[in-house]
C-alpha cells in the first residue's frame, strides 16, 4: 500500500487526543488508513494556550491541515475562534485544510455553545464541523480522518497539475525533436544535432 505523511497541526487542539490539558507543544505521530493509502500523520497539540502563541506561530508554516478547536462549554473558547482563522491565514500556507471543532460533547450540561452556532461559523470559513469529545471518543477518528482526506485531496490535485505540465512539456519536446530532423530515409540513421 502506499504512504503518505502530511502534516496535521491541531491548531488550537486542546483535549482531542486526552481528556487532560497538555502544557506546551505536545507532538504524536498516527498511522491512518484513507481510500487504500497507509497514511502516517503527524500531530502537533498547542492546546491554543495564549503563552505559546509565538511558538504556535511557527507550527503553522508547515501544516497541511489544522484543526480549530473550541471548547462547546466555554463561550470564550468560541469567541477565541475568530483570532485563531485569522493567525491560520496568515501564516499557514495557502490551500492549508481546516476542519472547526467543537470539543467536549460529553459535557451537555455545561454546554455554553450551541451546535448550530458551531455550524455556521464553519459555514462562514468554508470548513467542515464535528462535535467531538476526547473521553468519550466522540468523532475522533472521524474528524482525523476526513481532515487527513482533504489533505490527500488537496496533493492530488496538486500531483494531477504537475502530471499533466509534465505531460505537456514532454509531448512539446517530443514534437520539437520530430520537427529538427532532416527528412528522408538516407539521413534517418545518422542525424547531426550540432
Given at each position: 500500500?502506499?504512504?503518505?505523511?502530511?502534516?496535521?497541526?491541531?491548531?488550537?487542539?486542546?483535549?482531542?487526543?486526552?481528556?487532560?490539558?497538555?502544557?506546551?507543544?505536545?507532538?504524536?505521530?498516527?498511522?491512518?488508513?484513507?481510500?487504500?493509502?497507509?497514511?502516517?500523520?503527524?500531530?502537533?497539540?498547542t492546546?491554543?494556550?495564549?503563552?505559546?502563541?509565538?511558538?504556535?506561530?511557527?507550527?503553522?508554516?508547515?501544516?497541511q491541515?489544522?484543526?480549530?478547536?473550541?471548547?462547546?462549554?466555554?463561550e470564550?473558547?468560541?469567541?477565541h475562534?475568530?483570532?485563531?482563522?485569522?493567525?491560520?491565514?496568515?501564516?499557514?500556507?495557502?490551500g492549508?485544510?481546516?476542519?472547526l471543532i467543537g470539543n467536549?460533547?460529553?459535557?451537555?450540561?455545561?454546554?455554553?455553545?450551541?451546535?448550530?452556532?458551531?455550524?455556521?461559523?464553519?459555514?462562514?470559513?468554508?470548513?467542515?464541523?464535528?462535535?467531538?469529545?476526547?473521553?468519550?471518543?466522540l468523532?475522533?477518528?472521524?474528524?482525523?480522518?476526513?481532515?487527513t482526506?482533504?489533505?490527500?485531496?488537496a496533493h492530488?490535485?496538486?500531483?494531477?497539475?504537475l502530471?499533466t505540465?509534465a505531460?505537456?512539456?514532454?509531448?512539446?519536446?517530443?514534437?520539437?525533436?520530430?520537427?529538427?530532423?532532416p527528412?528522408?530515409?538516407?539521413?534517418?540513421?545518422?542525424?547531426?544535432?550540432?
Open positions: 500500500m502506499p504512504w503518505a505523511t502530511p502534516q496535521v497541526s491541531a491548531g488550537t487542539l486542546a483535549n482531542v487526543l486526552a481528556c487532560f490539558l497538555s502544557p506546551g507543544v505536545d507532538f504524536k505521530m498516527k498511522t491512518i488508513e484513507v481510500d487504500g493509502i497507509k497514511v502516517r500523520i503527524q500531530i502537533w497539540d492546546a491554543g494556550q495564549e503563552r505559546y502563541q509565538t511558538i504556535t506561530k511557527q507550527y503553522y508554516r508547515r501544516a491541515g489544522i484543526f480549530l478547536v473550541y471548547d462547546i462549554s466555554s470564550r473558547s468560541y469567541q475562534i475568530m483570532k485563531w482563522v485569522s493567525d491560520v491565514d496568515e501564516y499557514a500556507p495557502e492549508v485544510q481546516k476542519i467536549k460533547a460529553d459535557e451537555e450540561q455545561k454546554r455554553q455553545v450551541g451546535r448550530e452556532q458551531g455550524q455556521q461559523l464553519a459555514r462562514e470559513y468554508g470548513m467542515d464541523f464535528y462535535e467531538t469529545s476526547a473521553c468519550t471518543n468523532n475522533i477518528k472521524e474528524s482525523f480522518t476526513r481532515l482526506e482533504l489533505v490527500l485531496q492530488r490535485k496538486e500531483l494531477e497539475g502530471r505540465r505531460n505537456h512539456e514532454l509531448a512539446l519536446a517530443e514534437l520539437e525533436e520530430e520537427e529538427g530532423k527528412e528522408g530515409p538516407a539521413n534517418s540513421s545518422k542525424t547531426c544535432w550540432c
